[in-house]
């Protein structure tokens, strides 16, 4: 299977900071990646898709401004939680979509983040 | 929601017994998926049935899928501590503007709990 990583694994910050949240597909290349955020004993809610070298299209209720996407080449995506708050608090989980492997969706192992 | 549904919310069997569970999805698919994900931890993608599959059988795991009834089955046979976790369905839906791209979207999930 494809390898995922993401980085860090868990980040503990205060309010108000900024946080980056990096994944990269270690052997394939993505032209789509997937963020996705899960709260607590809930599902994972897609946040926003985006494509290499392109704006990423959030889900409705996501805030662009706050949760920074950035899909520089095709393996590596970042997501920056700006000005992070308590209630920003969840596990993150990037999805790499392999390309021209329309069913093959690999997951990273997701990265905790505790804002006090 | 853009979400299906799962039941039960939360299983709990003795070991070796079977566990059946349940997805329901809202609208026409290309394939549905189901996943694993243990505490705090990642996902483990299962098995994919595609919409023209109406069952599949990986080891000790078996998926049903009715698409009349826009619904799924995932039955883990001989249950053992180690299947202990959130078992997620997960289905595609076409991206808005992207012809042909696909994104995950998941159920609420079921909480397995195997008892030694």
């Known amino acids: 299977g494809a390898v995922v990583s993401q980085h860090p694994s868990w980040v503990i910050c205060k309010s108000g900071t900024s946080v980056k949240i990096e994944c990269r597909s270690l052997d394939f290349q993505a032209t789509t990646m997937f963020w996705y955020r899960q709260f607590p004993k809930q599902s994972l809610m897609l946040m926003a898709t985006s494509n290499e070298g392109s704006k990423a299209t959030y889900e409705q209720g996501v805030e662009k401004d706050k949760f920074l996407i950035n899909h520089a080449s095709l393996t590596l995506s970042t997501l920056t939680v700006t000005s992070a708050h308590p209630e920003d608090s969840s596990f993150y989980i990037c999805?790499?979509?392999?390309?021209?492997?329309?069913?093959?969706?690999?997951f990273g192992p997701g990265t905790r983040l505790l804002v006090l | 929601s853009q979400q299906g549904e799962e039941d039960p919310q939360a299983l709990s069997i003795q070991e070796g017994e079977n566990a059946t569970m349940n997805c329901s999805y809202k609208t026409s698919i290309n394939n549905l998926q189901w996943y694993r994900q243990n505490s705090g931890r990642g996902l483990v993608h299962l098995i994919l049935?595609?919409?023209?599959?109406r069952e599949k059988h990986s080891g000790r795991l078996r998926v049903t899928l009715d698409t009349s009834k826009k619904s799924s089955s995932l039955l883990i046979t001989a249950s053992r501590a180690a299947d202990t976790a959130s078992y997620f369905c997960a289905t595609d839906w076409a991206l808005v503007g992207r012809q042909g791209a696909q994104k995950l979207v998941f159920g609420q999930g079921t909480r397995l709990t195997i008892n030694p």
């Open positions: 999805s790499p979509k392999r390309e021209g492997r329309q069913e093959t969706q690999y």
């Open positions: 049935i595609r919409s023209n599959e």
